[in-house]
């Protein structure tokens, strides 16, 4: 069963995917499933993350954590909120015109509710100025 697109589903355990009754059988009954039937529920699988246009490695989770980020070129400082998180990334909400750029090496303090702090290098990827966030990949290493 490895390697199956349900398996790295970005909606069924949210409960949002659209085609569940389907994908729950597939995970309850693999075994029973004919090949025209995994034929179809890899189809439903395709289009589904393809309407959505987020195809990821690694998923995302939403969760909140206050995130300060620091140009590692001067001393200016951005505060902002996690909207979302995964192992290699996060997108952060962040206040109008931060002047960030696209490949821009910054730094990353991250919050918890307890006050737990932890830093990371990271490199922006995305700037959206819909959301006013910014999206980051974190870099190995602190």
Request: glycine content about 8%; some cysteine; charged content about 30%.
């Amino acid at each position: 069963m490895k390697g199956h697109p349900w398996q790295t589903c970005q909606y069924y355990p949210d409960g949002c995917c659209p085609n569940r009754t389907l994908i729950d059988k597939a995970y309850l009954i693999p075994q029973l499933l004919t090949r025209s039937e995994l034929a179809a529920i890899r189809a439903k699988c395709a289009t589904c993350e393809l309407c959505h246009g987020n195809r990821r490695k690694n998923r995302r989770v939403a969760r909140q954590l206050d995130v300060a980020i620091f140009d590692e070129g001067s001393s200016r400082e951005v505060r902002g909120a996690t909207l979302n998180l995964s192992k290699q990334g996060a997108l952060i909400k962040v206040g109008d015109e931060t002047g960030f750029q696209l490949n821009q090496k910054v730094r990353l303090r991250l919050f918890d509710k307890d006050g737990y702090c932890e830093s990371r290098r990271a490199i922006i990827t995305r700037l959206e100025s819909a959301k006013s966030a910014v999206s980051v990949r974190l870099l190995r290493g602190l």
